[in-house]
């Protein structure tokens, strides 16, 4: 399965670069708007419905039917590309003009930084020596790719292009989505299924409300574009996309599935206000062929790092501040408390009902306190990390 990813990723990463050069290539710089905008349906519908359909046939049929799934659009997919494509004849003198010494060094040094991303928080980060050797090839290989890029005159990446001011600043707003989206997609199953034992199904039914609301939004977009500047657009949107998750903060244990729903959808009206408006500027003025390409390769790269991001980060925090709140409720519930030995005693009670001994009673009371303790933890940490997301948003404005 690894080996079979490795490969999915490796071909399926071309996709979305490609999509952005063959917009702004075959498209007129007037239908350029649409072509974002139906770009966009994808980008952002496609991750929210994805999680009701795989969730459906996971609980239905099995998971290994999330995989099989790909096969019919997979084969309509390649036809619609081979009849409507314009071929053109393969070149592979250029495999000798390749950036190997980049490629090299960014597949390394990007590797070992998103392991470090994902599994420091599991692993205790630093301290452990794995990760300690990946964060130094990461620190090592990420620089030299810097530099190999900035010197090489047909770099794989061209980094001269954030010396242009729009790219620059598309690129770190386009981080800091690639923070909020990720992570809210990361956190909210995680609390669905932790806190209130949803089942994937059901919790594909809470994230679809993510997307469906894009449908109405995104074919309005080039239109907008036409009359409202589109800074206008994504400062709303940012604004809509970040407020949204202030709606979260207040968790407690009745905040479930239908309380979720009103949070989404004003997400779901601002996130399509920022990833088309901030499309188009950001790789407006692009030359086509080479620049556009490099140009959105390493516009959604930065997507990519900052969903990285943004999910170690709130992984992160949810640990550490489960364990402060933990302690810090724990402080409260105490053996010499009268409602701790009141709410002991009536559970011990209801063990002893069902038919356990009192010794085991008592221990089953105690654990389902201590679940209470951490339950109430989680619900703060929840909290903290939606009041962080959204605060990373508000940054971009």
Known sequence: MILFRVCQGFTGGVLIPLSFV????????????????????????????????GG?????????????????PGILLIAAVWFTMEQQPMNLGLLKKGDWWGI??????????????????????????????????????????????????EPLVDLRLFARRNFALGSIVNVVLGIGLYGVVFILPLYLGQMHGYSATQIGGVIIWMGLPQLVVIPL??????????????????????????????LD????????????????????????????????????????????????????IGGSIGIAGLSTLLSMRERFHSERV??????????????????????????????????????????????????FAYGIASWRSAAYCWQAR
Request: no cysteine; hydrophobic share 50%; proline share 6%.
């Open 22 to 53: 063959v917009i702004l290539t075959y498209l007129p710089p007037s239908k350029r708007a649409i072509g974002m905008a139906m770009f966009t349906v994808t980008a952002t519908f496609a991750p929210a419905l994805g999680p009701l359909l």
């Open 56 to 72: 459906w046939l996971t609980d239905n049929y099995g998971w290994p039917f999330v995989f099989y799934i790909n096969i019919i």
């Open 104 to 153: 090299a060094t960014m597949a390394i040094g990007l590797a070992a930084f998103e392991i470090v991303l994902e599994d420091g928080n599991r692993k205790d980060w630093l301290s452990d020596p794995g990760i300690l050797k990946l964060a130094w090839t990461a620190a090592i290989f990420i620089p030299a790719f810097i530099l190999i890029e900035l010197r090489q005159k």
């Open 221 to 250: 977009i080039p239109k907008l574009m036409k009359f409202v500047d589109a800074r206008i657009l994504i400062g709303v949107g940012i604004l809509l996309f970040g407020g949204s998750s202030f709606l979260d903060i207040q």
């Open 253 to 304: 244990s009745n905040f479930a599935g239908p309380q979720f729903y009103i949070p989404l959808i004003i997400r779901a009206l601002g996130q399509p206000l920022i990833m088309t408006p901030l499309s188009a500027v950001t790789t407006s003025g692009m030359a086509k062929g080479r620049e556009s390409g490099a140009a959105s390769a390493l516009f959604n790269m930065m997507r990519n």
């Open 330 to 379: 724990g402080e409260a519930v105490t053996a010499y408390s009268d409602a701790v030995q009141e709410r002991l005693q009536q559970t011990a009670s209801y063990f002893l009902s069902q038919g356990s001994d009192p010794y085991s009673a008592n221990m089953r009371a105690i654990g389902a306190v201590g679940g209470i303790v951490r339950r109430e933890a989680f619900l």
